[in-house]
């Protein structure tokens, strides 16, 4: 395909409650969309960075320099571009992962939409339907947490996922537990907020019989992680320490997980996403998809990979009301506790005129010279 241009569109959605973890609270979740024209079709596609740099180095402003600045014109300079172009192209820029993966999945959308191709079939989707699970973030009280899972669980959500750190871990999960059973689906996500000197405390929740904890301790500390597994029945997950295949490849053969959570903005996007999903597969160690809070056009792509053989676990996939009153999108809504695989070319769906211009606040336009 000729790129004939690139809109960087920035935009502020209200979140439907505070979402609290480790690392912070959001109210608002600041976008950065990016939108591919081609003579053939548009392609769409959502950059997952925080407006700050407290989940990964990466932060949304940045991720806007990177791309005007270096990404852009090294991919507008190529007289044709296909989605498996973009990452070689890029590859002498370090890092800006998620920078990376906006662009490749516009890029890779505007080329199915072309196509007449699902994102879904694309990459190998074996399912018309993934079941959902939900993130409950930290709370203020432990009835106030307990109310919040009760109306997942109602709304039809098959897993839930605590987010904890010190402070809030064994007493919030020991109450979710003894409300609602041993039937129920649970994990924790810690977002790296514990150290190994916590091994013995992290330990205690083994009694609970989690599916996993997540990420548990820094995102650089794989042989920390691997002892840390030693010490626990409770499966360890990563998430902020797979940056790559090859990190996922390291992680597995130290024994610092039996699990990983695979979140393709922080990879680099879809098709480091499936080389990874490969690698589980091979390996005998489970996946599912994570979330960061994204809107439709981002969840739409996520619910594709989630599709995928090898994701054996509930993702981080929910219902678009779960963090926006109004998506930018036609929302994805829960149907027995599971979302549809969007089956239309590219990632499926397009933004809504409306919302779209609601919650913009800032365009720019890069033609190609």
Known sequence: MKITGVELRRLRLPLVSPFRTSFGTETHRELLLLRVVTPEAEGWAECVALAEPVYSPEYLAGAEQVLTTWFLPTILGLDEVDANQVGPALHR???????????????????????????????????????????????????????????????????????????WDVAPVAAVRERFGDELLLQVDANTA??????????????????????????????????????LRTPICLDESITSAQAAADAITLGACSVIN????????????????????AHGVAAWCGGMLETGIGRAANVAFAALPGCTLPGDTSASHRYYRTDLTE???????????????????????????????ETTWIKNP
């Open 93 to 167: 820029f370090k890092g800006h992962r998620m920078a990376k993966a906006a662009l490749e999945t516009a890029v890779l959308d505007a080329e199915l939409r072309a196509r007449g191709v699902s994102l879904a079939r694309h990459l190998g989707a074996t399912k018309t339907r993934v079941p959902s699970g939900v993130s409950v973030g930290i709370m203020d009280s432990i009835p106030e947490l307990l109310d919040a899972v009760e109306g997942y669980l109602a709304e039809g959500y098959l897993r839930i996922k605590l987010k904890i750190e010190p402070g």
């Open 194 to 231: 514990y150290t190994l000197a916590d091994a013995r405390h992290l330990s205690t929740l083994d009694n609970f019989g989690l599916l996993l904890i997540e990420q548990p301790l820094g995102e650089e500390d794989l042989r920390q992680h691997a002892q840390l597994a030693t010490r």
């Open 262 to 281: 695979i979140k393709p903005g922080r990879v680099g996007g879809y098709l480091e996403s499936r080389r990874i999903h490969d690698l589980c597969q």
């Open 331 to 361: 929302p994805f809504d829960l149907v027995d506790g599971h979302l549809a695989v969007p089956t239309e070319p590219g990632i499926g769906l397009t933004p809504l005129a409306g919302p779209l211009a609601e919650f913009t606040t």
